[in-house]
């Protein structure tokens, strides 16, 4: 069984009475179990607490009075490994539940509906299933540089698309824009996961609907998906921003610090066969040297991406 250990640290500077929501805690769901965990804010204000049923994400609500604000969040989090048949069948239109109809509509950043072209020439050919969203995933993480700095709050789907470079949500949301195009419900996830490389921050994926259930996808392989503590799970980004402000308030600092460790008391899962077809859907297989396209410095300068 697989343990996280998580401590993150949000300073912010307050110029104005302003009000915050927060999804910074590990969220309810069967994957995951919270060991211990506490949210501390200073100055002390009056929390309030509530969540999602139908997500398992967890919400903080209070209000900020100008001067230096710091939120503190530490947990250790225990995963459960999953198993995934090699073959997992995709879901007709007309058999998609009615609570995940939502899941196949364009949003903000996922813009499905003018992706359907390029999505139909790039898989529309593929046999349906857990290796046609494979195949996405996998042109995804060969076509796109993972490149800080070439998109902000704002970039869409189509737009990194087009510029071929984007950080994690950036591949997620077009994992998730493919997905709907083509009928597949999609949606975004995020948490914390321990990186080879610092600094260490908030990571996205997104989840496909397929065999009935939902799986987890990472175009980027920065990280095997079956570690990641869920925190916030939604459409797009929209959804699972770990701060939304309303007020003049500015970020001063970001610090996220996630130590693993394997918890040998639990024996090891088993390790599936290898079927020779899908490859990294709960554990992707390492990037070697060399192989990721050669990233240019962009051309202008843009606002780090934040979430």
Not at 64 to 85: D, F, K, N
Not at 100 to 105: E, G
Not at 186 to 202: I, K
Not at 239 to 259: H, L, N, S, W, Y
């Amino acid at each position: 069984m697989h343990e996280s250990h998580i401590d993150a640290v949000l300073d912010y500077k307050v110029t104005a009475p302003s009000h915050l929501l927060l999804n910074i805690e590990a969220g309810h769901c069967a994957s995951q179990s919270i060991l211990s965990e506490s949210l501390q804010v200073e100055p002390p204000v009056a929390l309030h607490h509530y969540s999602d049923d139908n997500s398992g994400n967890r919400f903080v609500r209070f209000d900020a009075q100008p001067g230096p604000l710091t939120i503190r969040y530490r947990a250790s989090v225990q995963r459960a490994p999953v198993s995934l048949p090699a073959e997992l069948a995709e879901a007709p239109v007309n058999q998609v539940p009615d609570a995940l109809m939502h899941y196949l509509m364009p949003t903000r950043y996922c813009e499905s509906d003018v992706m359907a072209r390029a999505a139909q020439q790039l898989f529309g050919d593929l046999p349906p299933g857990i290796g046609r969203v494979q195949a996405i995933v996998d042109w995804i993480h060969d076509s796109l540089c993972y490149q800080p700095g070439s998109s902000d709050s704002t970039t869409t789907a189509q737009e990194v698309f087009v510029a071929r470079a984007g950080v994690c949500r950036d591949f997620a949301h077009l994992g998730i824009t493919f997905c709907r195009a083509l009928n597949i419900p999609a949606r975004l996830v995020v948490g914390y996961v321990w990186f080879d490389e610092p600094p260490q921050d908030f990571h996205a994926v997104f989840e496909a609907w397929i065999g009935g259930r939902w799986v987890l996808f990472d175009a980027t392989r920065m990280a095997p998906v079956d570690r990641l503590v869920r925190v916030g799970t939604g459409r797009d980004a929209k959804d699972v921003a770990f701060c939304t402000i309303f007020g003049p308030v500015a970020m001063t600092r970001k610090e996220i610090v996630v130590r693993e460790k394997q918890n040998e008391a639990i024996p090891a899962p088993r390790p599936p066969e290898p079927s020779g077809i899908v490859v990294g859907i709960e554990k992707p297989v390492p990037v070697a040297a060399g192989t990721s396209p050669v990233c240019d410095p962009p051309p202008v300068q843009t606002v780090p991406l934040s979430d």
